[in-house]
């Protein structure tokens, strides 16, 4: 853990949660500190897909609280780390961005150049005009027989289906293949400004291009945490930028945790067990669980002869055994109980 | 109750310990005749304020400890290890020193005891409560 030339993994705090962004410092805390997080990251297009999270990496707070007190990461409060950018530094920016586009626009240019050259070209642009006359005919035979059966209502239904159903041809096309059927003028939807409605000024001035924005902000050059990073949970607690632990019970889970910690074991959310923590003897990936853990704050908090039940059961169900974590604050001492079924009675 | 065949056994207890007669009754008479273990005592587990069980299953030679307690009651931590704490203590002073008969018999295993949850419907449950951090059996 007294890794003296290893610089301190930033933990970046938002809202009083420790987030992990740097995919390397997510190894790191998992291999060398034995501490896993749980990954949140979603596609920005595919935020309902959760099989494959990525970064960012967020902390349960007590493990943040152990690895700061480990010295093995500090708390950067993220959102003071971004400076006024200055005038020089917005300029190198918008002139990194410029270059950015010039080269891309090149780039497309030599394509579109080279493409247009080719013979390939000729024959896609005949499958289109044919594709397109399919689709015309696709749509009289419909509208028949929406005819033939009668039902007028249902008559618009499919003639709007169908003509909203087949792809309008872009602008470019169009031109190219004068096919007068195309009546993109009385559309009436008001039309998104692209490169058709100015004609004269063709595609030469504006292709596509992609703006990049950096995966990581901490390129920028007005990125400073240098102000704003804690290195000891008091001082990110004077700041206001960490609260945990505040409570008896926060203090217990942090406890717990932290002695379950130093035996070499692994802690994951224990939820889906009706635990604190799911302890693990290794790595999550490569070991299942042994234990689903309780905190219990103190030696005199209530314990129900039901909860010993429940968990109990659950445990012996799951070739789990229930620990029962009692933490002593004026000791600042974990004692433990393991609970199975008794196999009798 | 009085004409019980448990009752002579269990009477000090019951008067010392009146509220938790009913479990002590309920989880002796459970052990005795349902369980059937043998050597069956009953100690004066003070730290619970109850009556405690100690026995063994039949045909072993492990000695088991069973404290009963009712599902309406309310525990804590402490008094589970209080439990602990005295069961364990007794049984070190020599009059009950089974360690190196237990060892042979169960290996190193951590102290534990038998948690005997009562109702009043007179259904029972026993739980294993293992000091320390124990790995459930494969």
New interface residues.
């Given amino acids: 853990m007294s890794d003296s030339e290893a610089r301190p993994v930033a933990l970046r705090v938002a809202n009083k949660t420790a987030y992990v962004w740097d995919v390397d410092d997510i190894a790191t805390l998992r291999s060398k500190h034995r501490i896993c997080g749980v990954l949140t990251g979603t596609l920005p297009h595919l935020s309902q897909q959760n099989v494959f999270l990525g970064v960012p990496l967020v902390l349960m707070p007590e493990e943040a609280v152990l690895l700061v007190e480990t010295g093995a990461a500090v708390l950067v409060d993220d959102p003071k780390a971004y400076l006024e950018p200055t005038i020089p530094q917005l300029q190198k920016w918008s002139a990194e961005q410029q270059e950015s586009i010039r080269t891309q626009l090149a780039y497309t240019e030599t394509k579109l150049a080279k493409e247009s050259a080719s013979p390939g070209r000729a024959l896609s642009e005949e499958a289109l005009r044919k594709r397109k006359e399919r689709e015309e005919r696709k749509k009289a035979q419909a509208a028949l027989a929406a005819k033939a059966a009668g039902d007028e209502g249902l008559d618009v239904f499919a003639q709007e289906a169908s003509s909203s159903s087949s792809p309008a041809p872009t602008p470019n096309e169009a031109e190219r293949t004068s096919t007068p059927s195309v009546s993109l003028p009385s559309d009436p939807r008001p039309s998104t400004p692209s490169i058709s409605t100015d004609p004269s000024k063709s595609s030469s001035s504006l292709p596509p291009y992609t703006i990049v924005i950096p995966a990581s902000a901490t390129s920028h050059e007005w990125y400073s945490p240098e102000s704003c990073t804690y290195t000891t949970i008091e001082a990110a607690r004077e700041a206001g930028v960490w609260d945990y632990p505040s409570t008896l019970f926060e203090r217990a889970r942090c406890g717990v945790f932290k002695d379950l910690w130093k035996q070499g074991y692994f802690m994951g959310g224990g939820i889906k067990f009706g635990g604190e923590y799911l302890v693990y003897p290794g790595d999550p990936l490569r070991y299942h669980s042994h234990f689903a853990a309780t905190v219990i704050e103190s030696p005199i908090a209530s314990l129900r002869p039901m909860e010993i039940v429940a968990h109990g059961r659950l445990g012996t169900a799951t070739k789990k055994a229930h620990l029962l974590c009692g933490w002593d604050d004026e000791k600042k001492e974990v004692s433990y109980l393991s609970i199975e079924w008794a196999g009798f009675g | 109750m009085e004409l019980h065949p448990s009752f002579p056994v269990l009477s000090p207890f019951i008067s010392k310990y009146p509220r938790s007669s009913a479990s002590l009754f309920q989880t002796y008479n459970?052990i005795v005749y349902?369980?059937q273990w043998q050597d069956v005592e009953v100690l004066d587990l003070e730290s619970c304020s109850r009556g405690a069980i100690k026995g063994k299953k039949r045909d072993t030679e492990e000695m088991l400890y069973v404290v009963p307690?009712?599902?309406s009651?309310?525990?804590?931590?402490?008094?589970?290890?209080g439990a602990f704490a005295q069961i364990f203590r007794t049984r070190s002073n020599g009059e009950e020193f089974l360690a190196a008969e237990q060892d042979s018999t169960a290996g190193a295993n951590p102290p534990f005891i038998?948690?005997?949850?009562t109702t009043q419907d007179a259904s029972?449950?026993?739980?294993?409560?293992?000091?320390?951090?124990?790995?459930?059996?494969?």
């Fill in positions: 459970d349902a369980q307690c009712s599902l009651e309310t525990l804590s931590f402490g008094w589970l290890q038998y948690l005997a949850i029972i449950v026993y739980y294993k409560l293992s000091q320390g951090i124990v790995k459930p059996p494969v």
